[in-house]
């Protein structure tokens, strides 16, 4: 069953504390995302990769990391740098050939206590 | 740069009214159109996508979206609303060809009451 999978659902995380978010895909998409979903602010740009050991800073990189040391996997560190952490953190995925649509995750929604 | 636009961020219709959903668009090349919707706490599903064909697009769950060039528009409708509408809609630019990054508004959240 083709898909993406972003785990854990639920993270919750103490200050100063770094996190990783996973997120795996089989769709042998080459182009992965990250995104960040706050109320009223749409979504913003984290991280993309377009392929393997390669990866770009989006628009609110600061206080993340990223690796993509596989094409299935893109997972996304939440560090102690940055500042307000509790978010909606989405994944996505871009195929080859197509209309650039992405395809999307189920999300992790990250909260700080 | 490439920007959404996206007039309201919440609508509220009664069932079956219809829905009208706003959304400008700005780009310098000819763009890839986008609607997505997004339920409580989960992803975004592709509804439909504009990409130099058809100017009347249709969607999934009975969506259309017109793309208008002259007014740079392609607002989301549907004849009439169902209560399973009720969804946070985006929507999405990005230049045609190639793996480019998408741009999205800041949503519209869709109320539909009984």
């Known amino acids: 069953d083709g898909g993406i999978t972003q785990s854990p659902k639920y993270l919750f995380r103490k200050e100063g504390q770094n996190v990783t978010l996973s997120c795996e895909q089989n769709?042998?998409?080459?182009?992965m995302y990250w995104y960040r979903q706050d109320p009223g602010q749409g979504l913003r740009l984290i991280y993309y990769?377009?392929?393997?050991?390669?990866?770009q800073k989006g628009d609110i990189a600061e206080g993340y990391s990223v690796s993509r040391e596989k094409k299935e996997s893109f997972p996304l560190t939440v560090t102690s740098a940055q500042k307000n952490p509790t978010a909606f953190y989405l994944c996505?995925?871009?195929?080859?050939?197509?209309?650039?649509?992405?395809?999307f995750g189920p999300g992790t929604r990250l909260t700080v206590l | 740069a490439q920007s959404v636009t996206q007039l309201g961020s919440h609508v509220s219709v009664s069932e079956g009214a219809l829905v009208l959903l706003r959304c400008n668009y700005s780009?310098?090349?000819?763009?890839?159109l986008f609607w997505y919707v997004q339920y409580p706490n989960q992803g975004l599903q592709l509804l439909l996508k504009y990409t130099s064909a058809a100017t009347l697009v249709k969607g999934i769950n009975g969506f259309e979206a017109e793309f208008k060039k002259s007014e740079t528009s392609f607002h989301l409708t549907k004849p009439s609303a169902h209560m399973s509408d009720a969804a946070e809609y985006f929507c999405a630019v990005s230049s045609s060809g190639g793996y480019n990054k998408l741009i999205f508004g800041a949503g519209t959240r869709l109320a539909v009451h009984p």
């Open positions: 996505a995925t871009q195929y080859p050939g197509g209309a650039d649509e992405q395809f």
């Open positions: 990769s377009q392929i393997v050991n390669d990866f």
């Open positions: 769709l042998n998409h080459d182009a």
């Open positions: 780009s310098s090349v000819p763009p890839y």
